[in-house]
């Protein structure tokens, strides 16, 4: 049985290399292994991500919140503040990412600005990190991993609020 594997692998091998070059295969090699590392960078989908989670209600408070869908950071409900205003002692950074969510209650999608909190070091309450929408860093208005508090005399991040800016137009 192994006899009649070596000879097949053999066989095998000895009519690919009749066939091709060391230089063709290097080349194929060389384009699987592009094509692998650039996997990561295509585009994602998550709309659909974004409305699944969006269908059960939660309060202000909870990470599951409908206005929540593209948040990344300390939920300001829980540090002091409310859903859309910054708690004592912090300010609103200037600069914002924006998320389009769906509300399950009335069947709509909202664009929503999340602006972060600054001026005090980190709430460290009610981490939330959803990223429905999200995009890909070289588009900062849609993507939540900056630091937004740059833009304030104080760039300690303190938490995150949601602002509803309208409803989405389809």
């Not at 399950?104 to 939330?128: E, H, L, P």
Request: charged share 20%; hydrophobic share 30%; aromatic share 8%.
């Amino acid at each position: 049985m192994m006899r009649r594997f070596d000879r097949l692998f053999e066989h095998s091998t000895r009519s690919l290399a009749q066939r091709t070059s060391r230089r063709s295969l290097l080349a194929s090699l060389g384009q699987v292994l592009t094509g692998a590392a650039l996997l990561p960078l295509l585009p994602i989908d998550r709309a659909s991500r974004a409305h699944a989670a969006s269908d059960s209600p939660a309060s202000p408070e909870s990470c599951d919140y409908w206005k929540y869908c593209a948040i990344d950071g300390f939920l300001c409900s829980c540090c002091g503040g409310t859903s859309s205003s910054c708690p004592p002692g912090t300010a609103a950074s200037p600069i914002f990412w924006i998320g389009t969510c769906h509300n399950a209650a009335d069947g709509r999608d909202y664009i929503v600005s999340y602006n972060d909190c600054c001026g005090k070091s980190g709430c460290s309450a009610c981490d939330c990190n959803r990223n429905e929408g999200e995009k890909p860093i070289y588009r900062p208005s849609r993507n939540n991993d900056l630091n937004w508090c740059m833009a304030n005399a104080n760039v300690n991040y303190h938490c995150t609020v949601s602002v509803i800016l309208g409803v989405a137009e389809k």
